[in-house]
């Protein structure tokens, strides 16, 4: 499926009282899954004790 064809059905999937800000909100949400699957496929990843450490400052 082309990006052209990803953003037709976000959009398609939107209620019919969607605003605009809905659906730059859903293809930037799309967008951010799409680049963390690219990512993790590249095996740029971190382990899970890794982010515990990055996220100890805000989970106290």
């Known amino acids: 499926m082309t ?13 019919d009282d969607a605003a ?7 293809l930037l949400l799309l967008a ?8 993790a496929d590249s095996g740029k990843t971190i382990s899970h004790e890794q982010l515990k450490n ?4 805000w989970l106290k």
């Open 3 to 15: 990006t052209k064809d990803l953003v037709i059905e976000a959009v398609k999937d939107l209620p």
């Open 20 to 26: 605009i800000e809905d659906a730059m909100e859903r």
């Open 32 to 39: 951010k899954i799409e680049r963390g699957i690219e990512q």
């Open 54 to 57: 990055r996220m100890a400052k």
